[in-house]
C-alpha cells in the first residue's frame, strides 16, 4: 500500500489549520474535496484514527499509523 496521497492529507492537516477543522468535522467530505483518491485501505486505516484528541496527539498517532 502506497501512503503517498495519506503523507499529502496528513502535511496539509498539518500545516493548514483551516483544513484541519473541516477535517475533524468531515474527514470523507474534506478528502473528497481536496481530490485526494485514497485506496480502501487507506481509508480504513484513517477512519481509525480519533481526530477529535490534541494536534499533537494526532501527529503522535498519525506517525505511528502511517511513519
Do not use: C, H
Not at 10 to 25: A, G, H, T
Not at 51 to 67: C, H, I, N, P, Y
Amino acid at each position: 500500500m502506497s501512503y503517498e496521497s495519506v503523507g499529502k492529507l496528513i502535511d496539509r492537516w498539518i500545516n493548514d489549520p483551516q483544513f484541519r477543522s473541516e477535517f475533524r468535522k468531515d474527514p470523507d467530505g474534506t478528502i473528497k474535496k481536496a481530490g485526494v483518491d485514497l485506496s480502501k485501505e487507506e481509508r480504513v486505516a484513517l477512519k481509525k484514527i480519533d481526530w477529535k484528541v490534541s494536534d499533537e496527539e494526532l501527529r503522535t498517532r498519525v506517525s505511528q499509523a502511517f511513519g
